[in-house]
């Protein structure tokens, strides 16, 4: 059975730090494109971060770009989002998604949601004082 299971999201205040992480089992990431998105109260599900197979070509929404990190460490079958200078409307449920084929035709990961045909359960990120 193909699981993904994020942990790691929780209460912080703005300008705090968070690391997500995203574990797969019943399957290798070493032959997929990975990716976090994240889902806001009433707004769709959007792409913040994501690597293709082997980590060589990362993608950042435009909002999160110097403050979010994406790794991978395939030997441990892990996804990491490293989540500095947290705003408030960053407050979200974060979901780490995997799909062997979520790539242009120039090899970078992409970012829409429909694109990922494996998800975790997500974890919720929320930013307040």
């Known amino acids: 059975q193909l699981r993904l299971v994020e942990a790691g999201g929780g209460l912080v205040q703005p300008g705090g730090s968070l690391r997500l992480s995203c574990v797969a089992s019943?399957?290798?990431?070493?032959?997929?494109?990975v990716a976090w998105l994240r889902q806001a109260p009433g707004k769709d599900r959007e792409g913040v971060s994501c690597?293709?197979?082997?980590?060589?070509?990362?993608k950042y929404a435009h909002s999160v770009k110097g403050r979010f990190t994406i790794s991978r460490h395939n030997a441990t079958n892990t996804v990491y989002l490293q989540t500095n200078s947290l705003k408030p409307d960053y407050t979200a449920i974060y979901y780490c998604a995997a799909d062997p084929v979520a790539l242009d035709l120039l090899g970078i990961c992409v970012f829409p949601a429909n694109s990922y045909d494996y998800w975790g359960q997500g974890t919720q990120v929320s930013v307040s004082s």
């Open positions: 019943g399957f290798t990431l070493d032959h997929y494109a």
């Open positions: 690597s293709d197979t082997t980590g060589s070509n990362l």
